[in-house]
Nanobody, 115 residues
Framework: QVQLVESGGGLVQAGGSLRLSCVGA????????MGWYRQAPGKQRELVAT???????NYADSVKGRFTISGDFAKNAVYLQMNMLKPEDTAIYYC?????????WGQGTQVTVSS
């Protein structure tokens, strides 16, 4: 069974940092794209950052300059370093992997930023 498992969420004060990790398990393949999405209460899930196996990165405007995505596609792993966190970054963060048009999701990890 293909699984993406996130870790690293938690409670942090505004201005603080967190590092999220996601590792794929059970997949006989490597992903073409991995990334992070988030969903705040009452809002739709939104893209945070993506990373292509080519190394190309894409960020939501709201996190540019504060978040950094990195990964190791050989290990089906992706990371999100989040600095200068704001209360509006509070959400459940989901890891996403894409392979030949088929998407896979992790269960999510809660990030809460207090003011």
């Amino acid at each position: 069974q293909v699984q993406l498992v996130e870790s690293g969420g938690g409670l942090v004060q505004a201005g603080g940092s967190l590092r999220l990790s996601c590792v794929g398990a059970g997949s006989p393949f490597t992903y073409n794209l991995m990334g992070w999405y988030r969903q705040a209460p009452g809002k739709q899930r939104e893209l945070v950052a993506t990373l292509l196996s080519s190394g190309s990165r894409n960020y939501a405007d709201s996190v540019k300059g504060r978040f950094t995505i990195s990964g190791d596609f050989a290990k089906n792993a992706v990371y999100l370093q989040m600095n200068m966190l704001k209360p509006e970054d509070t959400a459940i963060y989901y890891c996403h992997g894409l392979r030949l048009g088929v998407g896979y999701w992790g269960q999510g990890t809660q990030v809460t930023v207090s003011s």
